[in-house]
């Protein structure tokens, strides 16, 4: 299973970015899926997170700015991300909740991350 994150960048701020994310391999289902992001010097935290059925919630900070969204059957996840301040500034990681073809159990995994960068 790999989950492979783009479309990150430089952007000014008040710009806007959309990340990708795609899953592939041996895959039975995925459950949820996230977005986290993990700035310099600080802990990773939650960004916005979406459920199979379409159910999503959002942090604080970039609620109303920034939207999930995933297309179940591609197994794409994306994140448009409008309105872009220099505090969003970070590397933004995908995670899903993977059910393997061959494994009785779902398992989390996670994609390599795609550092946005947001000048003032």
């Known amino acids: 299973v790999q989950l492979q994150a783009s479309g990150g960048g430089l952007v000014q701020a008040g710009g806007s970015l959309r990340l990708s994310c795609a899953a592939s391999?041996?895959?039975?289902?995925?459950?949820?899926m996230a977005w986290y992001r993990q700035a310099p010097g600080k802990q990773r935290e939650l960004v916005a997170g979406?459920?199979?059925?379409?159910?999503?919630n959002y942090a604080d900070p970039v609620k109303g700015r920034f939207t999930i969204s995933r297309d179940v059957a591609k197994m794409m996840l994306y994140l448009q991300m409008n309105s872009l301040e220099p505090e969003d500034t970070a590397v933004y990681y995908c995670?899903?909740?993977?059910?393997?073809?061959?494994?009785?159990?779902?398992?989390?995994?996670w994609g390599q991350g795609t550092l946005v960068t947001v000048s003032s």
């Open positions: 995670n899903a909740d993977v059910k393997p073809e061959w494994g009785k159990f779902y398992e989390i995994h």
């Open positions: 391999g041996s895959i039975f289902d995925i459950n949820d």
């Open positions: 979406i459920t199979k059925g379409g159910f999503t």
